[in-house]
C-alpha cells in the first residue's frame, strides 16, 4: 500500500473545484492534437499550472501566435504570455 502511494505522486485538494488528486493542464491544436500536459497537485492554484504549461508550450512551438484558453486563465497570466512569448491569449 505505501508503494502504491509513492508510485502515484504528490496529491493534494483544491477547495475551490473540490478536486481531489490531480490536475491536468493539457494543450492541444485546433484539430483536438496533443501538443503539452501537465499534470501537478490538486493543492497548486490553476494559474501556477497554466504557466508550467506555457512554458513547455513555448519550449516545442516557438511559432505559435494565438492561445485560446478557458475563462478561468485571465488577468496576469494573459498579460504574461502577452510579454514574455508575444501571444495573444483569446
Same mark, same amino acid.
Given at each position: 500500500?505505501? &508503494? @502504491? %502511494?509513492?508510485?502515484?505522486?504528490?496529491?493534494?485538494?483544491?477547495?475551490?473545484?473540490?478536486?481531489?488528486?490531480? !490536475?491536468?493542464?493539457?494543450?492541444?491544436?485546433?484539430?483536438?492534437?496533443?501538443?503539452?500536459?501537465?499534470?501537478?497537485?490538486?493543492?497548486? &492554484? @490553476? %494559474?501556477?499550472?497554466?504557466?508550467?504549461?506555457?512554458?513547455?508550450?513555448?519550449?516545442?512551438?516557438?511559432?505559435? !501566435?494565438?492561445?485560446?484558453?478557458?475563462?478561468?486563465?485571465?488577468?496576469?497570466?494573459?498579460?504574461?504570455?502577452?510579454?514574455?512569448?508575444?501571444?495573444?491569449?483569446?
Amino acid at each position: 500500500m505505501a &508503494q @502504491d %502511494r509513492l508510485k502515484r505522486g504528490q496529491h493534494g485538494y483544491d477547495a475551490g473545484k473540490r478536486v481531489k488528486g490531480h !490536475k491536468r493542464h493539457i494543450a492541444s491544436d485546433t484539430m483536438g492534437l496533443l501538443l503539452a500536459v501537465v499534470v501537478h497537485s490538486a493543492g497548486i &492554484q @490553476d %494559474r501556477a499550472g497554466a504557466w508550467a504549461l506555457l512554458i513547455r508550450l513555448f519550449l516545442y512551438f516557438e511559432s505559435l !501566435k494565438t492561445i485560446f484558453v478557458d475563462g478561468s486563465y485571465s488577468g496576469s497570466l494573459i498579460n504574461w504570455a502577452l510579454s514574455m512569448f508575444g501571444w495573444n491569449m483569446l
